[in-house]
């Protein structure tokens, strides 16, 4: 079992820039979200996804963020333009359904000058 | 979801048990109680959830008292790898929020020699 995986781990852009992070989920797991962590605000769910489809996007800060989930097994979340505001560690996790527990990969670390 | 209140730091010596206490007075009948860990610089960890029986696996054990309106994780023989932050979360279990996990504060846990 290889767990989530996300790539990159570690990410430093210049503000403006567009900003991809991606998220492979178990196999075999339908559910799958993206949390947010900063020292000010803890950990904050931005979006999740049933079956690839969107459920809640609540938690997106605003329209520069967009989380796309074109199959079962990949997962990108976008920023476009970024904002020094926007560095934080990306959590992404999934799940074998939405009343499972969550599994989390390990973060990129987003750093935006 | 419930809001849950934690103490913000705790510690324990090597070998003795841990004991983590959570308040969720407002929990409904429909809202588990789970429990997460964050080691530094790693995603968050699944540890344990329950309704309203106790539970036991491998890593802890869960007492929630009869009125459901705290509850206790207990990790009977704490290792210096068990310091992380430990969170307690109020999850709906059905009905439009299901799959939503918050996270709050936590309580920091620190396993000395």
């Known amino acids: 079992d290889a767990g989530v995986i996300q790539s990159p781990r570690h990410e430093v852009t210049e503000m403006g820039q567009e900003v991809t992070l991606r998220c492979k989920p178990i196999?075999?797991?339908?559910?799958l979200f993206w949390y947010r962590q900063t020292m000010m605000r803890g950990l904050e769910l931005l979006i999740y996804f049933n079956n690839n489809v969107p459920i809640d996007d609540s938690g997106m800060p605003e329209d520069r963020f967009s989380a796309k989930m074109p199959n079962a097994s990949f997962s990108t979340l976008k920023i476009q333009p970024s904002e020094p505001r926007d560095s934080a560690v990306y959590f992404c996790a999934s799940s074998f359904n939405l009343g499972s527990p969550l599994h989390f990969g390990n973060g990129t670390r987003l750093t935006v000058t | 979801d419930a809001k849950t209140t934690q103490p913000t730091s705790m510690d324990c010596a090597e070998g003795r048990a841990a004991n983590l206490p959570c308040n969720h007075s407002?929990?409904?009948?429909?809202?588990?109680v789970y429990w997460y860990r964050q080691i530094h610089s790693q995603g968050p960890q699944y540890i344990i959830h329950?309704?309203?029986n106790n539970e036991t696996n491998e890593m802890a054990s869960l007492i929630i008292t009869e009125d459901r309106k705290s509850s206790t994780l207990i990790l009977p023989h704490a290792t210096l790898r068990d310091t992380a932050v430990y969170y307690c979360i109020v999850r709906v279990g059905a009905g439009t929020s299901y799959g939503k996990l918050t996270f709050g504060q936590g309580t920091i846990l620190t396993v000395h020699p």
């Open positions: 407002t929990i409904s009948g429909n809202e588990y």
């Open positions: 196999s075999g797991h339908n559910s």
């Open positions: 329950g309704l309203k």
